[in-house]
């Protein structure tokens, strides 16, 4: 299993590729925010979100997350907060079959 660490580098990776035709230009942190700072459109994040399940080889329920979002003051999410929720997801999922192994 990925660490948060080697999840942080997977999601900035990932986001340089997608990143190539936007303008920002600027260093790429956890605090950095997909919406205010790197000017992302939805359309933008839902590809990212897509790269993201296509490099792990698994589905995230990224729509419950943006659900959360939308309920915000600020509908924002800082890179940090997003692979968060992916390692969350991820020992989610790895813990359910290691669960499921055992019965």
Not at 2 to 23: A, F, T
Not at 62 to 79: C, N, S, T, W, Y
Request: net charge negative.
């Amino acid at each position: 299993m990925k660490n948060r660490e080697q999840v942080m580098e997977d999601v900035l990776m990932l986001l340089g590729r997608v990143s190539e035709d936007w303008e920002y230009g600027g260093e790429i942190t956890a605090e950095t925010r997909f919406f205010a700072d790197l000017g992302l459109a939805s359309l933008d994040v839902v590809v990212l979100g897509t790269a993201i399940q296509e490099h792990y080889g698994r589905v995230f329920p990224f729509m419950k997350l943006f659900a959360e979002l939308g309920e915000r003051q600020i509908p924002d999410i800082p890179v940090g907060e997003w692979v968060d929720f992916i390692h969350k997801q991820m020992q989610v999922t790895e813990s359910e079959v290691v669960s499921a192994a055992r019965t």
